[in-house]
């Protein structure tokens, strides 16, 4: 059964410092890996989607990568902003089973960036 | 843009009665989702549709039931609400083809007293 574990729960860092989210997973047989992000009390937005082919993806100050042999994934953010304090999730999608199959998330890491 | 609503933002309702929380989504998307997020627990989902009249339970179907009468339209139903599904509830959509991306509805804040 898929596992994601996104560690540490949460993160305090100062404004302006570059930072790197770690998501990973036990099963590498997916068919791609999305982040999203999640601010208190609201819905889910999805940030950036990686193919399993593919090794990165990158959208303004974010930037995902993946290492699908080694069950990991990173989500980079630059100069980093306090509008950037949310909680952040990783989910991933398995092999087989088509359109149908279901997603597996992270718990997320709600990060705080102090101004 | 895509966009996913759901019907209501903050709903109270009493024990025993039945609630009915819906969705609608404009992308013409063959999947939607019901999830449930709880503090500590992360999201579960309750039930997926992949199809009109298509349904597959999730991870924690009982208590719940739903309806896909028309694409864009997906219901989810609590037969006699129990204080023990006060949660957020998350809507989702995505596409049937390869991308598969899910998009998610701003939620819905249920208590049950």
């Known amino acids: 059964k898929q596992e994601v574990t996104q560690i540490p729960a949460a993160l305090s860092v100062p404004e302006g410092e570059n930072l790197v989210l770690n998501c990973s997973f036990t099963?590498?047989?997916?068919?791609?890996l999305q982040w999203f992000r999640q601010d208190p009390g609201k819905g889910l937005t999805s940030l950036l989607l990686?193919?399993?082919?593919?090794r990165e993806q990158t959208s303004g100050r974010l930037n995902a990568s993946l290492d699908k042999s080694s069950g990991r994934s990173t989500l980079y953010i630059a100069a980093s902003q306090p509008g950037d304090s949310a909680t952040y999730l990783c989910a991933v999608r398995p092999k087989g089973g088509g359109a149908n199959s279901k997603l597996t998330f992270g718990k997320g890491i709600t990060l705080s960036v102090r101004p | 843009d895509v966009k996913v609503t759901q019907s209501s933002r903050y709903l109270v309702k009493r024990t025993g009665e039945k609630v009915f929380l819906e969705c609608v989504q404009d992308?013409?998307?063959?999947?939607m989702f019901w999830y449930r997020q709880d503090p500590g627990l992360g999201l579960r989902l309750i039930y997926f549709s992949y199809d009109v009249k298509m349904k597959e339970k999730g991870d924690i179907p009982e208590g719940y039931s739903v309806s896909r009468e028309k694409k864009e339209r997906f219901s989810l139903i609590l037969e006699s609400a129990s204080t023990n599904q006060t949660s957020m509830y998350l809507c989702?959509?995505?596409?049937?083809?390869?991308?598969?991306?899910?998009?998610f509805g701003p939620g819905t804040r249920l208590t049950v007293t």
């Open positions: 990686i193919q399993s082919s593919q």
């Open positions: 099963d590498s047989a997916i068919y791609n």
């Open positions: 992308m013409d998307h063959e999947n």
């Open positions: 989702a959509s995505s596409s049937g083809g390869q991308v598969y991306e899910q998009y």
